[in-house]
């Protein structure tokens, strides 16, 4: 479950590389759309996150972006619950 977050997270920070340009023309508070970073493999959701929201997420290397609902209690908790997205934080043996 945790390496499917990881791939999802991959994933999102590789499109923010490539986009980088024409993100970095963007109002600050415009919408960017992610994948959800859920520990599904078979997730292929996406929601909409400002640049400074991911940002504030990926400053903590164990916290994931996923769709209310795709929290896994069994391997993270949520740290932060902003209406559209949760953050979740890895459990210290899952993100190992």
Known sequence: MAENEAFFRDVNEHALERRDQFL???PPDEPVRFMCECASG????TLQLTLAEYSH????????????GHETADIEDIVERRGRFYA?????????
Request: charged share 35%; proline share 7%; with cysteine.
């Open 57 to 68: 997420v990926r400053d903590h290397p164990d916290w994931f972006i996923v769709i209310p």
């Open 88 to 96: 979740v934080e890895k459990h210290a043996d899952a993100s190992a």
């Open 42 to 45: 078979e997730c292929e959701l």
């Open 24 to 26: 970095r023309r963007l």
